[in-house]
Structure formats: C-alpha cells, structure tokens
C-alpha cells in the first residue's frame, strides 16, 4: 500500500479536523483520528527507508560498500555496482574489472506481512583509478631436439605468484594452462607460441594487470608420420556383453606393417581389425602397437597407443533430463543422456499419462495440468535393463494481475463501481472497501455511506503460492468536481532510434501542469513483478541493461498538489541488430535459467559459454542459428549463487556479459 505526498494529506486531514471540531461528535471523528494515526505510523515507516551507504577502494579493484544503519524491521539492501553486476546485503564488497567511474545505486527496502511499506533508492559516482601493473611476462620454450614435435614451456614472467591465471597458446588451436606445458605437434611447421599472464589479488580475485608475451617455435619434417588409432564397441551380433570389435584407425597403414593387439587380459592378437571375447567382466588396457615395414625390413618407424575398456554385465546407465516449453506449458521436451555402447539398445519412455514412446528422445503434451511420473528404460536383451524415473509438475505459470480501474456513479458521488485489471476463471477476487466492507464479486459496485478518504485493496489468488494485492485510495466528497478530480496524467514511451529499441524516452502529459514526476519501473519474473529502478527526473531517457516485460508507473504531482498515477506494460527486446555486439543475459538476476537474443543476417552456429567466477566453464550450448531473431536459453539449476560471464561466439565474433544468479 503507498500513499504519495504524504505531508500534504496529513495536513488536509487536520485541516478538516480543525475545521468541524465545533460541529461534529467524537463518533463521528473516530474515522478520520484513525485514518490519521495509520498516516502518521505509515510516514514513520516511509522515513526509516533512509537509503544512504559509505565506501572505500581498495588495492585490486576491490570497493567495500557499508548501507546507512537502521533497526528497521522487514529491511532489505540491494546494490547495483554500475558495471552490470548486483549484490544484497547491509555490506557488500566488489571487484571491478576495469578502471573508470560507475554509479553506483542502493536500494533499501521495508516489506512487512508482503507489504512494501516504502522502496527507495540512493546514487553515488565512485572513480576506479587504474593500478600500477610492474609485470612482465615471458615464456621458456624447450625442444627435446630440432626432428622433434614436442615442446615444453614455462612461465618465467616477473614478478610471478602462484596465484597467477596462467594461459599458453600453441598456435595451432590448441591450448594449455599452469606453470609449465607438453604439447606435441601434429605436423611440421612454425608457429607463433604465446603466454598470457593475470595477476590475482589479496582475495584470490582476477585483476585487470593482464599481460602476454609470444615466440616462435619451428616443428621440422618428422620422418615418421605414422599416426596409430583405435576404436573398440561391443559386438552386438555375438549374443554376450563380453564380446568387442576394434578397429585400426591407424594412417598410414600398408600390409607390410607389423601389428600387435594387447587385450588386457593376457591374450594378443596381429590381425588388422579384431574381435575378442573376454571370460568376465573387469577393467582392461587395450594396446595397439603398429611398425612400419616394407617386404625387405623395418623402416625404424613405431608408434602404440593404450585405451582403458570397462565391462559389465550391463554396461547401460539411464540418465534423462527435461525441458517446459517456453509457449505452452503442457509441452515437455525430454533428452535422453544414458550411456549405451551398443546401437540396437531398446528405449520404452512412459509419461504417467498412460501414453508412452519409444524414441530415443521424446516430445510430450500433457491434457490437463497435474503431477506426472515420467519414466525412461532401456535394455540390451532380457537381462539387461536399466530404468530411471523423475516427477514432472505440469502447471500453468502463475500470473495473477491485481490492479484495477474504478469509476464513480454519475448519479451518486458516493457509489463506485470497481474493474480488475486481470479475470481468471480459477481465481478468487476479494475487494476490501476501507469502510470495514468487503465483497467477492469480480466486479463489484459499492456505496460509501460517509464523505472522507478510502484504501481499497483487490487481492487475486490463483492457487497457492499465486496471488497478489493492490490498494488504491479514493475519495469520496460532494457532487461537486474538484479541480484535482478532474486531472489526468499520461505519458509515452519511445525508442527515438531505431538501432537503440531498449533506449526509451518517456514523456509525461497533464491536463494540469506537472511540477514533479516519479517513475517507478519494475521488471516482471517467474515470482511476478520486481523492482527493477525509480527515476525522478522529468521526462527521463533510460537505457534498459535487460530483455523482458516491464511494468513503468507514473506518479506525477500537479500544481494544485494532486497526485495522478499511471502504469504501462513495456516490452523490450535488445539484440536487434546483426552488427550489434552486445550480449545482454536475462533474466538478471538469473535463478533456473538464464537466456539472450542473437540476431542474424543469415544461417550461423552460436556458441554461447558460461563461465563462474575462476573463470572456469560451467554450461555450454551450440546452436544452428537462422535468420532473424535467435534465442538461446541455458539451464542454471545446480550452480550456485555468484557472479557468472557469459560469451556468444558467432563466426569470428566474441563477445561477453556479466550476470548474477541467485
């Protein structure tokens, strides 16, 4: 519930109290000494907001932020650090990754019995100087000889810790990482071998003292290009789980060549492809080991290579995982992830619906929204079975819209007529009046039977953990039009290029003159609308960091001191432009999944990587893009809370964003 200009109403409401202290009884003040009071203890909420916080920088990048103390009850702190990065929490400390001034918001809350008594925010400009950064890298390359393909590398750079993110490039695609790397070259050649040094701070987090150094590196003709290779599967046609094919993959390989199979199990073989049946079941080293011969002697070229084999009696594991779709929430998309080493494997999905698939992936659509057992088996022969079992909850995403319009009877002042915003056919609708009333009735029709100001609240409920409430005050007097009754208040809100649709300007109109604006914007979740920013000055432009649905509300003070308030739905989209580099993950906050929209010109494969907070990858995606807009969601369920990055890879463009996941 929020009442706006509020030192105005309490003195309208004295005012009026002064005025008839001679002419009414105290029955008759008790309403009006109430509504009082319940104003004066709601500004004493208002004023315990106080949303104010002191920093300091430290070595590294590091800003430690400390909120305005306060013993407010139902107090929250959230913190919007300016570089695309949130946190919570009375103290909160972050690193930032690159020097330069960010603004930096705090925002303060008091919620009490799931009412916002008061939200405000507060803004300071902090400036990151940039850091002394004495490192030097370099790099030690040593070549066992000049015919050899093999390298070893070492970090020499200065000054070193071992608390350094340490990275080699070979030159050839591959990579490596640590103080020291072996990497051995496919064929001849001269590469360019580089070492990318950055350093860490006192807390074990990245700086932005980054810095490489590179060498070449000549790769002669090796006489041998023997290159030896292997692939083993289980014989599905020999009627045992025991019984193997493996297969040569060497190249080049002639019929002159010397060939030795070690199975593991004491036994060998010299024919090019083999099948081998093992006694039991175990873990077993395969060998193959290939020598160049031609019909007169040994070419002095050898190469082997080692693969581990395991066998069971049942060598299947059941694994599945499912997917709501994003439209319709009757559809389930499940992925079959078991390990089958043989191709005939059987699968049987059931949906607990009684209808079933055989598949090796499945696509559902529910009847009706419940709880479902969803089951996955799949078998080699009778005696080999393997199933696995999850729930699956088919429900429709909570949406419960509790704002509402009212209009006063042209014939009595004092009869209203009121209209929700939202009708459900499986919602319940109660409408408290705030004359001690209430009705059921989506849309009901009420007299007041006394003059005077009224909070009337319209709470929705959908189910449990689906409703919501909004209040509202109205006021009742004579027939008589006020100049405040009769004022409106509207705005637009557009993207003035067209290359920028996430950058709206909004302007405020009146059929009074506005002399103050209030926009409080609030971003819609799988929880319903959050607050997402409040902008007070006049007809702002706000760049929106975010894809989504908004809600942006207008309060607007007039010059007669009315208040007139008007909410819009907005609906951006970033990403529009193919040549655009941006990447822009949301929801951000994420909590199951997080997602961003790639737009393309033409077919292309996006990559889209997620790395935490060391830099390590988490969560990875390929998907065959097509024209237009592309949208690529990522499940997060499973991590936890932090600081992640995001990069799109597209053709030969990267690029990356920050996000926090709660």
């Known amino acids: 519930?929020?009442?706006?200009?509020?030192?105005?109403?309490?003195?309208?409401?004295?005012?009026?109290?002064?005025?008839?202290?001679?002419?009414?009884?105290?029955?008759?003040?008790?309403?009006?000494?109430?509504?009082?009071?319940?104003?004066?203890?709601?500004?004493?909420?208002?004023?315990?907001?106080?949303?104010?916080?002191?920093?300091?920088?430290?070595?590294?990048?590091?800003?430690?932020?400390?909120?305005?103390?306060?013993?407010?009850?139902?107090?929250?702190d959230h913190w919007n650090y300016g570089d695309g990065s949130f946190g919570n929490g009375a103290t909160s400390s972050h690193t930032y990754s690159l020097s330069g001034t960010y603004n930096v918001w705090h925002y303060r809350r008091i919620l009490i019995n799931n009412n916002i008594i008061c939200y405000d925010s507060a803004i300071k400009t902090i400036t990151i100087a940039a850091g002394d950064c004495n490192l030097v890298a370099n790099l030690a390359i040593t070549q066992a000889n000049t015919s050899s393909n093999t390298i070893y590398v070492s970090n020499t750079s200065t000054p070193s810790h071992s608390t350094d993110s340490v990275r080699y490039s070979f030159g050839d695609g591959t990579a490596g990482s640590g103080p020291s790397a072996t990497h051995s070259y496919m064929q001849a050649g001269t590469y360019n071998v580089c070492i990318r040094v950055q350093q860490r701070n006192n807390q074990g987090q990245l700086t932005n003292c980054i810095k490489e150094k590179c060498q070449t590196v000549t790769i002669a003709q090796d006489s041998c290009a023997l290159q030896v290779n292997f692939l083993m599967r289980l014989d599905s046609t020999a009627g045992n789980l025991r019984t193997y094919k493996f297969t040569n993959q060497s190249v080049p390989l002639s019929t002159t060549d010397s060939i030795r199979w070690t199975f593991g199990d004491g036994t060998s073989s010299s024919a090019v492809h083999p099948v081998h049946t093992y006694s039991q079941a175990g873990t077993y080293i395969v060998c193959l080991r290939v020598i160049k011969r031609n019909s007169a002697a040994t070419l002095g070229c050898a190469r082997d290579i080692c693969k581990t084999l395991v066998i069971t009696e049942c060598p299947l594991q059941a694994a599945y995982t499912k997917k709501q779709d994003s439209t319709n929430w009757k559809k389930?998309?499940?992925?079959?992830?078991?390990?089958?080493?043989?191709?005939?494997?059987?699968?049987?999905?059931?949906?607990?619906?009684?209808?079933s698939a055989t598949t090796w992936n499945a696509v559902h659509e529910y009847a009706t929204a419940g709880r479902y057992r969803v089951c996955l088996k799949i078998?080699?022969?009778?005696?080999?079975?393997?199933?696995i079992c999850d729930s699956v909850t088919v429900a429709e995403p909570c949406v419960a819209n509790s704002n509402y319009s009212y209009q006063r009877s042209a014939s009595n002042y004092k009869t209203y007529s009121f209209t929700p915003s939202g009708l459900y056919t499986n919602a319940t609708y109660t409408w408290s009046f705030g004359d001690g009333t209430s009705s059921s009735i989506p849309n009901p029709t009420h007299t007041y039977v006394a003059n005077g100001t009224y909070i009337v609240c319209l709470k929705v409920n959908r189910g449990a953990n689906c409703e919501s409430t909004t209040c509202k005050s109205i006021q009742v007097q004579n027939t008589t039009v006020s100049a405040c009754d009769s004022a409106t208040v509207n705005f637009t809100a557009v993207a003035l290029q067209p290359a920028l649709p996430h950058k709206i300007t909004f302007t405020a109109t009146g059929s009074r003159p506005i002399i103050a604006q209030k926009w409080v914007i609030t971003k819609y979740t799988n929880n319903g609308y959050v607050p997402y920013i409040i902008l007070t000055t006049i007809n702002p432009t706000y760049t929106f960091a975010d894809s989504g649905t908004y809600r942006v509300c207008l309060?607007?003070?007039?010059?007669?001191?009315?208040?007139?308030?008007?909410?819009?739905?907005?609906?951006?989209?970033?990403?529009?432009?193919?040549?655009?580099?941006?990447?822009?993950p949301y929801p951000n906050p994420a909590t199951a999944h997080v997602s961003t929209n790639v737009y393309l010109t033409q077919p292309q494969q996006i990559k889209v990587y997620i790395f935490n907070n060391q830099q390590t990858q988490v969560r990875y995606k390929l998907l065959n893009g097509t024209p237009g807009q592309n949208v690529i969601t990522i499940e997060m369920l499973g991590l936890p809370a932090g600081i992640y990055t995001m990069k799109v890879v597209r053709g030969n463009r990267q690029c990356t964003a920050a996000f926090m996941k709660l």
């Open 379 to 387: 078998s080699l022969g009778n005696t080999c079975v393997r199933e």
């Open 555 to 584: 309060l607007a003070r007039m010059d007669n001191n009315c208040i007139r308030e008007k909410c819009q739905q907005l609906i951006i989209v970033r990403n529009t432009n193919g040549n655009d580099c941006h990447v822009n």
């Open 332 to 355: 389930f998309y499940f992925t079959n992830t078991s390990v089958a080493p043989a191709a005939n494997t059987v699968v049987l999905w059931t949906f607990g619906d009684g209808s």
């Open 1 to 76: 519930m929020i009442i706006h200009n509020m030192n105005f109403f309490i003195f309208t409401c004295y005012f009026k109290f002064k005025k008839n202290l001679t002419t009414i009884n105290m029955k008759k003040l008790l309403p009006l000494i109430a509504i009082l009071l319940f104003t004066l203890a709601f500004s004493k909420a208002q004023a315990q907001c106080n949303p104010d916080f002191n920093y300091s920088i430290q070595a590294g990048y590091v800003v430690n932020f400390t909120a305005a103390p306060s013993t407010s009850a139902g107090l929250s």
